[in-house]
């Protein structure tokens, strides 16, 4: 079920460096929770995502049950295509503030020679503007796990500003096309787990909001 997570936040203006440290260096000591507000797109039915925050403050991880796209003679026509919203209410000790400084995306796929498969994601604050997505492109003949990691610069590093109630978007897209592949075959490409060992981890950046007036 959908129970705690961890996330970004918003403050470029309203944030200090933690003593003894540069930004990120510096978990906040006491546990982190995120509650998931709501979960929509074709990707993922309520129920078949979950998150969880790392016991050392450092990341969190969502984990999908469902999440796949396909092609081929069992599918529907919009299965090609499977996209996941999350939204998240970040619960993070008073007077720090985060960002989220990289993130490690994890699947299987199986693309027959001519197919191709993309992954690509994005997140936001309420309220603020959406990061441009990253995209992620895979061809076959491949029938493997995929991995691929996304970093962002310490200077572009998004914050949620201090005091703010803001949640926090995972936007992530899923997309399979048959190409010049054998009709008759199916080709997919998925961000799902039965055994939880497939994941998407995001790892937090970590400031300290200064004292209010």
């Known amino acids: 079920m959908l129970n705690t997570l961890a996330a970004a936040v918003f403050a470029m203006s309203t944030i200090i460096v933690p003593p003894g440290g540069a930004p990120g260096d510096t978990p906040p000591p006491d546990h982190i929770t995120i509650d998931v507000v709501t979960i929509n797109g074709s990707g993922c039915r309520a129920g078949t995502a979950a998150v969880a925050v790392s016991p050392d ?12 796209a396909q092609v081929g003679p069992q599918a529907l026509p919009t299965d090609f295509r499977k996209n996941c ?3 998240l209410r970040v619960n993070v000790p008073s007077g720090f503030t ?3 400084a990289s993130t490690d995306y994890r699947g299987f796929a199986h693309l027959e020679r001519g197919a191709t498969a993309l992954e690509k994601a994005n997140y936001y604050f309420q309220g603020m503007s ?7 492109n895979y061809k076959g003949p491949f029938s493997d796990d995929w991995q691929a990691t996304d ?3 310490v200077a572009a590093i998004v914050y949620h500003p201090c005091g703010e109630k803001r949640n926090f978007n995972i936007n992530t897209e899923l997309r399979v096309m048959a190409g010049t592949s054998d009709k008759k075959l199916t080709s997919f490409i998925a961000m799902d787990s ?6 998407t981890t995001y790892h937090f950046a970590w400031k300290v909001c200064p004292p209010r007036p």
């Open 85 to 87: 919203q999350l939204n």
């Open 151 to 153: 970093t962002t610069d």
């Open 98 to 100: 985060y960002g989220i």
């Open 130 to 136: 959406q990061t441009e997505y990253k995209q992620h």
């Open 57 to 68: 403050n450092k990341a969190f991880t969502v984990t999908y049950s469902e999440f796949m």
């Open 194 to 199: 039965t055994d939880g060992s497939i994941e």
